[in-house]
Nanobody, 125 residues
Framework: EVHVVESGGDLVQAGGSLRLSCVAS????????IGWFRQAPGKEREGVSC????????YYTDSVKGRFTISSEKAKNTVYLQMNSLKSEDTGVYYC??????????????????WGQGTQVTVSS
């Protein structure tokens, strides 16, 4: 059974940094994808970043390119989202999601069948 748990959300000033963590269990060794999504109040959930289990495919939405970095530490079953130069528009609930078996990444929430409970990121201006 696949379980996904995210953490690391906090209140941070604009220009600051946060690192979110996603611990995923029950996944195959390589054929999976982990995606990060966010949902701001009154807006739809959007894909932010994604990485495959093999680490050979990554995705970033345009608004975070150059500021966010996704990485994985397989020994800890953990995927990180390093967020730098945060802006007020990055505020929202951030969700981690998993898809398996796959070697494909996308920004579409329909790809992912396993979701965490979300962690709040608030960027004050």
């Amino acid at each position: 059974e696949v379980h996904v748990v995210e953490s690391g959300g906090d209140l941070v000033q604009a220009g600051g940094s946060l690192r979110l963590s996603c611990v995923a269990s029950g996944l195959p060794a390589n054929d999976y994808a982990i995606g990060w999504f966010r949902q701001a109040p009154g807006k739809e959930r959007e894909g932010v970043s994604c990485i495959t289990g093999r680490g050979d495919i990554t995705y970033y939405t345009d608004s975070v390119k150059g500021r966010f970095t996704i990485s994985s530490e397989k020994a800890k079953n953990t995927v990180y989202l390093q967020m730098n130069s945060l802006k007020s528009e990055d505020t929202g609930v951030y969700y981690c999601a998993a898809d398996q078996p796959t070697n494909f990444c996308s920004r579409y929430r329909e790809q992912f069948g396993f979701w965490g409970q979300g962690t709040q990121v608030t960027v004050s201006s």
